[in-house]
């Protein structure tokens, strides 16, 4: 039998590494020696660990879509704490992931100032945001960690989902901003950006979202 360290495997962007029949004492001592400064994002469920190696084509999209949802989140006043692609695990769980981008929202006053979590006192992030460009969310984990909202940007098209008795359950509009026709603006701006820019785009966002807001007050 042939034993290989971490340090030997190299994924190229776009792959992803899959290794099964870890317990959860292998899956701690690889999130150590992977170490915190890296590109790749981790799932990991029932003893399988996937290791991913996001594309450019990926990191853009996440970047915009990440940008779209603060945007939204400043222009209605609703104050958010954003922790990007950090590791949420629960050992009682079984399962760990790495999202895409996270934000708390209903829960930000508990997390603020906060730099790792203990999701056996912290809650979940309010919402998650993934983009699907080469392998599909790990739904299991962030049912499992109980997170209530996750958005999902897959095959050219947003998809939000609220947890609901245990299953994700799509639904048209996210619950911070009912009324507002969030997917439509959002493929608006990836459209706009391929066009005139990204900063250009999110400028006429804010413009669009600021002009809805008034004509419904």
């Known amino acids: 039998m042939v034993t290989l360290q971490l340090h030997q495997l190299e994924i190229p962007p776009g792959q ?3 290794i099964r029949g870890l317990d959860w004492t292998d899956f701690d001592a690889i999130l150590t020696e992977l170490g915190e400064k890296r590109g790749s994002r981790i799932a990991y469920v029932d003893g399988v660990l996937e290791i991913r190696m996001p594309l450019p084509k990926h990191e853009r999209l996440k970047s915009i ?4 949802v603060k945007l939204l989140l400043e222009e209605l006043g609703i ?3 954003c922790f990007g692609s950090s590791t949420f695990k629960n050992q009682k769980m079984d399962c760990g992931v790495e999202p895409d981008d ?3 929202i209903q829960n ?5 100032g ?3 979590f203990d999701l056996t ?3 979940p992030p309010d919402l998650v945001l993934e983009v699907d460009v080469t392998s599909k969310t790990q739904l299991e984990a962030y049912i499992r960690l109980g997170v209530p909202e996750l958005w999902v940007y897959a095959d050219g098209e947003l998809q939000i989902y609220l947890l609901r008795n245990g299953v994700y359950q799509p639904v048209g509009e996210s619950p911070i901003s009912p009324g507002l026709p969030v997917k439509v603006w959002v493929q608006d701006v990836l459209n ?3 066009q005139m820019g990204r900063s250009q785009a999110l400028r006429t966002l804010r413009q669009t979202i600021r002009q809805h807001l008034a004509q419904t007050d």
Do not use: T
């Open 16 to 18: 992803r590494l899959v």
């Open 65 to 68: 879509l990440s940008d779209i």
């Open 79 to 81: 104050d958010c704490e």
């Open 102 to 104: 996270c934000f708390y």
């Open 108 to 112: 930000y006053r508990q997390v603020i």
């Open 114 to 116: 906060k730099d790792r």
């Open 121 to 123: 006192i912290d809650p």
């Open 192 to 194: 706009n950006s391929a």
